[in-house]
């Protein structure tokens, strides 16, 4: 059964403090990595995708990792903003043609002044 | 452009009764998915379509069921309705199921938050 298992569940920070969520995966056929941003009560958007091949990808502030061998994957936020409270989904993705992403549960950033 | 809407934002429903959800996907876009997502939990898959093609479904009861119009917008309709069908259902929209386009990232749009009583 395809999983991704996300840590920390929880997280508080203050504003300004850099900070790195995990992902560990399960997913078969595998091809990408994703991850995702969900605002309270709002749709998820996307963040990054990485390919199996790939080992980081940045996008603004966000920086994720991928390690395909031990099946890792982790987000690092630097000089972490307000508006960065959220949910962070890491998803599994078995690629072209398949429709079956695989979400973990999510880490619940909370940025406080 | 807009992104991808649904409608309704909320609804309130008692057990047994139906529900239709729709949503319309961003402009271009051919593949449209359905997903539930219960509270503190992450977005389960239910169904996806493509080209008004149910391309791939998601491990739910028949109670859930859903198309796509030749606008490529799509209804989820819910029948005898449970408890534990409160959730929030999204719908992401893609361009193709295939990649063939992009990368295949799906968009999702606000959701439709089910209560049922």
């Known amino acids: 059964k395809n999983q991704v298992e996300q840590s920390p569940q929880s997280l508080i920070i203050l504003e300004g403090k850099n900070c790195t969520l995990q992902?560990?995966?399960?997913?078969?056929?595998?091809?990408?990595l994703r991850w995702y941003k969900q605002d309270t009560g709002r749709g998820p958007v996307s963040l990054t995708i990485m390919t199996f091949s790939e080992n980081t990808k940045s996008n603004g502030r966000y920086t994720a990792t991928l390690d395909a061998d031990t099946k890792q994957s982790s987000l690092h936020i630097t000089a972490s903003q307000l508006s960065d409270s959220a949910s962070y989904i890491c998803?599994?993705?078995?690629?072209?043609?398949?429709?079956?992403?695989?979400f973990g549960k999510g880490t619940k950033l909370s940025v406080i002044p | 452009d807009a992104g991808v809407t649904q409608s309704p934002t909320h609804l309130i429903k008692t057990r047994g009764q139906q529900v239709t959800l729709r949503c319309s996907p961003i402009s271009g876009h051919k593949s449209v998915s359905w997903y539930q997502q219960v509270l503190g939990q992450g977005p389960q898959f239910i169904f996806q379509?493509?080209?008004?093609?149910?391309?791939g479904r998601g491990n739910f009861p028949d109670r859930f069921s859903a198309r796509q119009f030749p606008n490529y917008s799509s209804e989820l309709n819910v029948n005898a309705l449970l408890l534990g069908d409160s959730a929030l259902y999204l719908c992401a929209s893609s361009l193709a199921w295939d990649y063939a386009e992009d990368d295949g990232t799906q968009y999702f749009g606000p959701g439709t938050r089910l209560t049922v009583l």
């Open positions: 998803v599994g993705d078995p690629g072209a043609g398949s429709y079956q992403l695989t």
């Open positions: 992902c560990n995966y399960t997913v078969s056929p595998f091809s990408n």
């Open positions: 379509y493509y080209e008004k093609e149910e391309r």
